[in-house]
Nanobody, 124 residues
């Protein structure tokens, strides 16, 4: 069983900053790519940023230069540092992770897991 728990969301004024965290826990054998998605009301979920296990990143064009995705492999945690926030960044943010789990008896399973989502609201 794997859990992804997000933290750090909230209300911020335009131009402000927030840092999201997502910690993975459970029977994790290997942690591959991790990422952040967001979904605004009435819109489809979209990729915000992703990071490979070696630290390579890619970003949505709308957040390039403002958001930074990083990870701490020792803590199984991915971060999203958001700066110069705009009202259009308002959404529920979800982290996801590509994880291989072990049952301790030599059986492995690889799946993509999602966090429960955390609200980010940018408003004056």
């Amino acid at each position: 069983q794997v859990q992804l728990v997000e933290s750090g969301g909230g209300l911020v004024q335009p131009g402000g900053s927030l840092r999201l965290s997502c910690a993975a826990s459970g029977s994790i054998f290997s942690l591959y790519a991790m990422g952040w998605y967001r979904q605004a009301p009435g819109k489809q979920r979209e990729l915000v940023a992703a990071i490979t296990s070696s630290g390579s990143t890619n970003y949505a064009d709308s957040v390039k230069g403002r958001f930074t995705c990083s990870r701490d492999n020792a803590k199984n945690t991915v971060y999203l540092q958001m700066s110069n926030l705009k009202p259009e960044d308002t959404a529920v943010y979800y982290c996801n992770a590509d994880i291989s789990t072990s049952n301790g008896l030599g059986l492995f399973r690889r799946s993509v897991y999602w966090g429960q989502g955390i609200q980010v609201t940018v408003s004056s």
